[in-house]
C-alpha cells in the first residue's frame, strides 16, 4: 500500500501571495480553473496501490473542509486535512501525524510540496526508488545556475543516482541540479526525523544543566524547539552519501510557485499539460455562440462569455464571470463573479473575485513573471472604471480607479 502526504503549510507562509492569499489560502487559488493542491491530488491519483492522501498544514480546518470533502468523492480515493497546531517544519508536520499516517501500514509514502508546478512523475519514481533500494528518493531536475542558490542544491553520482551531497539555499554555488520538493520514502523516514528530535533535546537539556546557551551565543539565533524539524537542512544533508537517499531526475517542466507571477506562469504550464491529460477541459471554440480562442484556454462552464471576444493564449475564467463583446484577453487568470465590460484588453494580469473593468480600459502588465511588478494584479472587488489604463500594478482590495495608473502598489 502506498499513501500520499501534501504539505500545505499555513497562513503565514502565504505573505508573498498577497493580495490573492487575502481571500484563499494559497493551496486553493486556482491554477488552469483548478486549485493549486489539486494539481499533485489528481497526480497521486496515478500511483499503484494508492490507499489515502493527507494534507498537512496549519490553516484552519474548516479552510479546506469543503474542498477535501468534494476532492475524496470525485477521485474515490480518501482525502483528508490534517492540522498542526503550529508549525512543525517540513519534517516535524509529517512525524507529528505518524501514527495516522501509518494507520494503513503503507510500505511506501510519497511527500509533495503543494507550491511546486510540474508534471509529477510519481509511478516512475516508485519504480527507480524499489530498484535503488534506499530509504527515500527525491525528484530533481537542472536550472539555471543564477537561479539555483534559491532550492536546495544537490549532487548526485551520474551511474548509481545516490544523493552525494545537500545543501539549501547556499550563498555560493554548488550545483545546478535541485531538489523539486517531490519525494517518495519507506517508514523508515519517521526513524531519521525522531533521531534529529532526540538529538536536539539532549542538547536542550545539556544547555541547561550547563547553564549558559553556547550553541545559541554563537550563532546570535535563538534555538530551534525539539519538535520543529526541516525535511532538507535536518534530515537530507546529514544523510547525504550515506546510500540512503536517491535522485530521480525530470527532464520535463518543473517551477516553484511563491509569487502571483509565477501563479500565472504556471497556470499557463498546467493548461499545456491538459492538452495531453485532461483535454475536455479545454475551450474548443467550436460551438456557435463561442468566442474565439487561441491556444489554451479553460473557461468554467458558468462562466458567460460573448462570441465576439477574443481569448487566449494563457487565460483561464473561474465560476460565473462575464466578458462582454469585443473584449481580449491575453494570459491572465479571472476569478470569480469577475466582470469585463465591452472591448476592454486584460493582458499578463490576475483580476481577483467580484472585480469590474470598464469598458475600453486596459489592465496589463509586460509579462516578466518573476518581477514584482511584471503582471498586474487586482485584489478582491476592485472597480476600474470605463477607458482606465492600468499597467504593471498591484491594486489591493475594493479600490475604485478612476485615473490611469502605472508601476504602481495601490494600497
Ligand atoms: N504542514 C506544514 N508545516 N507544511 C510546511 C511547514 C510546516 O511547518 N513548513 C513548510 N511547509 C510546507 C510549505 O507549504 C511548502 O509546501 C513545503 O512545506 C516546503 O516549504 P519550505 O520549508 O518553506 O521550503 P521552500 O519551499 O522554501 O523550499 C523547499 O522546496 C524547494 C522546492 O520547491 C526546499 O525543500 C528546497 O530545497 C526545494 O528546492
Request: aromatic share 8%; hydrophobic share 40%.
Amino acid at each position: 500500500k502506498v499513501v500520499a502526504v501534501i504539505m500545505v503549510g499555513g497562513p503565514t507562509k502565504g505573505t508573498r501571495f498577497r493580495p490573492l492569499s487575502l481571500n484563499v489560502p494559497k493551496p486553493l487559488f486556482p491554477l488552469a480553473g483548478q486549485p493549486m493542491v489539486h494539481h499533485p491530488i489528481s497526480a497521486c491519483k496515478r500511483i499503484p496501490n494508492l490507499v489515502q492522501i493527507y494534507l498537512i498544514g496549519f490553516y484552519e480546518e474548516r479552510e479546506f473542509a469543503l474542498y477535501v470533502s468534494s476532492i475524496s468523492n470525485e477521485l474515490r480515493v480518501p482525502v483528508r486535512y490534517l492540522r498542526e497546531d503550529k508549525p512543525h517544519g517540513s519534517a516535524g508536520g509529517i512525524y507529528n501525524f505518524k501514527d495516522r499516517i501509518m494507520e494503513d501500514s503503507p510500505s511506501h509514502i510519497f511527500l509533495l510540496n503543494c507550491d511546486v508546478c510540474c508534471s509529477f512523475p510519481l509511478p516512475d519514481m516508485l519504480v527507480a526508488h524499489k530498484k535503488y533500494g534506499g530509504i527515500g528518493t527525491i525528484l530533481v531536475s537542472k536550472v539555471s545556475a543564477e537561479s539555483a542558490s534559491q532550492f536546495g542544491e544537490l549532487v548526485a553520482d551520474h551511474i548509481t543516482n545516490e544523493l552525494l551531497h545537500y545543501t539549501e539555499k547556499p550563498e555560493t554555488f554548488v550545483s545546478d541540479l535541485i531538489n523539486c520538493g517531490v519525494y517518495i520514502f519507506t517508514p523508515d523516514i519517521f526513524a531519521a526525523i525522531r533521531d534529529v528530535s532526540a538529538q536536539r533535546k539532549d542538547r536542550a537539556n545539556l544547555r541547561r544543566v550547563s547553564s549558559f546557551d553556547f550553541e545559541s551565543l554563537q550563532s546570535g539565533t535563538k534555538t530551534i524547539p525539539s519538535d520543529f524539524v526541516r525535511l532538507d537542512q535536518d534530515i537530507l544533508s546529514p544523510l547525504a552519501g550515506k546510500r540512503q537517499l536517491y535522485t530521480y531526475e525530470t527532464l520535463e517542466f518543473w517551477e516553484q510557485i511563491k509569487t502571483p507571477g509565477m501563479s500565472l506562469k504556471c497556470s499557463g504550464l498546467y493548461l499545456s499539460q491538459f492538452r495531453c491529460t485532461s483535454p475536455h477541459l479545454l475551450a474548443d471554440g467550436d460551438g456557435l455562440n463561442s468566442p474565439t480562442i487561441v491556444g489554451d484556454v479553460y473557461i468554467h462552464p458558468s462562466a458567460k462569455v460573448h462570441p465576439t471576444a477574443k481569448i487566449g493564449p494563457n487565460v483561464s475564467i473561474s465560476a460565473n464571470a462575464h466578458v462582454g463583446a469585443g473584449a481580449r484577453l491575453i494570459s491572465c487568470i479571472i476569478l470569480d463573479d469577475v466582470d469585463i465590460r465591452e472591448n476592454a484588453v486584460v493582458i499578463h494580469s490576475i483580476v481577483g473575485w467580484k472585480s469590474s473593468i470598464g469598458k475600453w480600459s486596459r489592465v496589463q502588465g509586460e509579462g516578466d513573471y518573476n518581477a514584482k511588478l511584471g503582471i498586474t494584479i487586482l485584489g478582491e472587488a476592485v472597480d476600474v472604471e470605463d477607458e482606465i489604463v492600468v499597467i504593471n500594478s498591484i491594486v489591493l482590495p475594493n479600490k475604485t480607479l478612476n485615473i490611469s495608473v502605472q508601476e504602481e502598489i495601490i494600497l
